[in-house]
């Protein structure tokens, strides 16, 4: 299957830093990428889809200037975590997707806000 | 709106042994996929099985196979043989409305084999 890669894998910050988080489709091109939060024992979050070359969509409740989402080409897409606070620490993941129905994980991120 | 249910939060199953996750989802689409994924420790979401609606015929993979109800809009996982390694998070999801990758994810089901 196709691989992406999201990078790092684990990030500790100080509180009102800024994080960014790459995720990156090594095999194919990737129109659409998705970003997702997930808390312990719960289900994964939409938050944002992202398309090369133009601004995210992003679900209702996400807040776009805390988490910025650039897609600057067919194989990178990154999340950046503006001036981040304890309650920002949680799991994102990303997907990407080559317009078939199928998406393609990362391996995800855990965020430690401090 | 379209949902995915899963209804059983925890589930637990003596090794060797089969089980059955359960998961409904609400669509007006006549032509869709279903997915099923695992999330081990890790946090690593690996594909299970994926079913297409337009096909009558249960998708089966090793171990692991489904019962799709179409008309009842339900879609189970069923695990044979069940494996310490098959411990994990089970999360059922569909895609939206032809939105490629989007998916929409059910609560998961925490899966536990006991020796």
């Known amino acids: 299957g196709a691989v992406v890669s999201q990078h790092p894998s684990w990030v500790i910050c100080k509180s009102g830093t800024s994080v960014k988080i790459e995720c990156r489709s090594l095999?194919?091109?990737?129109?659409?990428m998705f970003w997702y939060r997930q808390f312990p024992k719960q289900s994964l979050m939409l938050m944002a889809t992202?398309?090369?070359?133009?601004?995210?969509?992003?679900e209702q409740g996400v807040e776009k200037d805390k988490f910025l989402i650039n897609h600057a080409s067919l194989t990178l897409s990154t999340l950046t975590v503006t001036s981040a606070h304890p309650e920002d620490s949680s799991f994102y993941i990303c997907?990407?997707?080559?317009?078939?129905?199928?998406?393609?994980f990362g391996q995800g991120t855990r965020l430690t806000v401090v | 709106a379209q949902t995915v249910t899963q209804s059983q939060p925890e589930m637990s199953v003596q090794e060797a042994e089969t089980v059955t996750l359960s998961c409904t989802y609400d669509?007006?689409?006549?032509?869709?996929?279903l997915f099923w994924y695992k999330q081990p420790p890790s946090r690593q979401m690996i594909l299970v099985i994926r079913?297409?609606?337009?096909?009558?015929q249960n998708a089966t993979e090793n171990r692991f196979s489904v019962n799709f109800q179409k008309a009842a809009k339900s879609f189970s996982l069923k695990i044979s043989d069940s494996q310490l390694g098959d411990a994990a998070m089970y999360f059922c999801?569909?895609?939206?409305?032809?939105?490629?990758?989007?998916?929409?994810f059910g609560q998961g089901t925490e899966l536990s084999v006991k020796p």
């Open positions: 999801a569909k895609p939206f409305y032809n939105q490629g990758g989007k998916l929409i």
């Open positions: 992202s398309n090369e070359g133009s601004k995210a969509t992003y």
């Open positions: 079913q297409e609606a337009y096909k009558q």
């Open positions: 997907s990407a997707s080559d317009s078939s129905s199928e998406a393609f």
């Open positions: 095999d194919f091109q990737a129109t659409t």
């Open positions: 669509t007006s689409e006549s032509d869709y996929y």
